[in-house]
């Protein structure tokens, strides 16, 4: 299995969102999302801010691994 931001899947999950959902709303298509939470395309500042506006929190909150 690929390593993906459980952070992230977690949160959206937990949101009742699905990859669309969170396409739609970050304006971008549903396979570039899905990319971005399987760690398969770099993670823009400005879309960890939107992404993180969405859930709720922060970008470190999501993103930040120890």
């Known amino acids: 299995m690929k390593k993906c931001y459980k952070?992230?899947?977690k949160l959206r999950m937990q949101?009742?969102?699905s990859y669309q959902d969170m396409a739609t709303m970050l304006k971008i298509s549903?396979?570039?999302?899905?990319q971005l939470?399987?760690?398969e395309r770099k993670?823009?500042?400005e879309i960890a801010i939107d992404i993180a506006n969405i859930?709720?929190?922060t970008p470190d909150t999501i993103f930040?691994?120890?």
């Open 7 to 9: 952070k992230l899947k």
């Open 43 to 45: 993670l823009y500042y």
């Open 55 to 57: 859930l709720g929190c």
């Open 37 to 39: 939470e399987h760690k």
């Open 15 to 17: 949101k009742n969102l």
């Open 30 to 34: 549903k396979s570039f999302y899905w």
């Open 64 to 66: 930040y691994e120890k």
